[in-house]
């Protein structure tokens, strides 16, 4: 089975500094995706990026990007210059085809401080 | 649009009571699912449907049952409720259409159930 594993549960950073999150998964398929979904306090979730495994160029939506070691299992978000806003929980999940085997890691929250 | 909504927001309920929650897609989509968020464990896939009339069982299915008769809605059901149900619960739905790679799932606000 899929695993998907974020060793912090919690991060800060300064208002328009860089902080890069952690995602590792583990996985025998080949073909698959890889998203980042970002949790406000209202609790929607929010898609914020999202990676094809069979593409070996990193993705990026404005300031947030991604590390992708296809090899490594590691799946790592960046976000630059970050805003008050950006304060969430933010979740890496991976997913195939089809979508039932969409699998969660725990959670990091991140705090922006001003 | 109002893409996936969950009725209700919240809900308090005795252990061994019943109750259905509602979700509902306006996007015409094929799949959907039913996670619960649990603090530190991320969202865990309870049971989800490819298609009117079809569901599948998930990650934790235990106590909870779901039914797909229309499209649009998909209703996860608790018969009997109890304390360990208490989490908040995520309605999402996608759509594998062939041209596009991946399944991007759309979610719901959440529902939270607290049982006493």
């Known amino acids: 089975a899929q695993t998907v594993t974020q060793s912090q549960p919690e991060m800060s950073v300064q208002e328009a500094e860089t902080v890069t999150l952690s995602c590792t998964y583990d996985?025998?398929?080949?073909?698959?995706?890889l998203f980042w979904y970002k949790q406000p306090p209202s609790r929607q979730m929010i898609l914020v990026i999202r990676?094809?495994?069979?593409?070996?160029q990193n993705a990026t939506e404005n300031r947030f990007s991604v590390n992708f070691q296809k090899a490594a299992k590691s799946f790592s978000l960046k976000i630059s210059d970050s805003q008050l806003g950006d304060a969430a929980m933010y979740f890496c999940?991976?997913?195939?085809?089809?979508?039932?085997?969409?699998?969660f890691g725990p959670g990091t929250r991140l705090s922006v401080l001003p | 649009n109002a893409g996936v909504t969950q009725t209700p927001k919240f809900r308090v309920l005795k252990t061994g009571q019943s109750m259905t929650l509602l979700c509902a897609q306006d996007?015409?989509?094929?799949?959907m699912y039913w996670y619960r968020q649990d603090p530190g464990m991320g969202l865990r896939l309870i049971h989800y449907?490819?298609?009117?009339?079809?569901?599948a069982k998930g990650e934790v299915p235990d106590g909870y049952n779901v039914s797909r008769l229309k499209k649009q809605n998909f209703l996860l059901g608790l018969e009997s409720a109890a304390p360990s149900q208490t989490s908040v619960y995520f309605c999402?739905?996608?759509?594998?259409?062939?041209?596009?790679?991946?399944?991007?799932?759309?979610f719901g606000p959440g529902t939270r159930l607290t049982v006493l």
């Open positions: 999402a739905s996608s759509y594998p259409r062939s041209s596009l790679p991946y399944n991007e799932q759309f």
């Open positions: 996985t025998s398929e080949s073909d698959y995706y």
């Open positions: 990676q094809e495994a069979y593409k070996q």
């Open positions: 999940a991976y997913g195939r085809n089809y979508g039932q085997n969409f699998v």
């Open positions: 996007m015409n989509h094929e799949y």
């Open positions: 449907s490819v298609g009117e009339g079809t569901t």
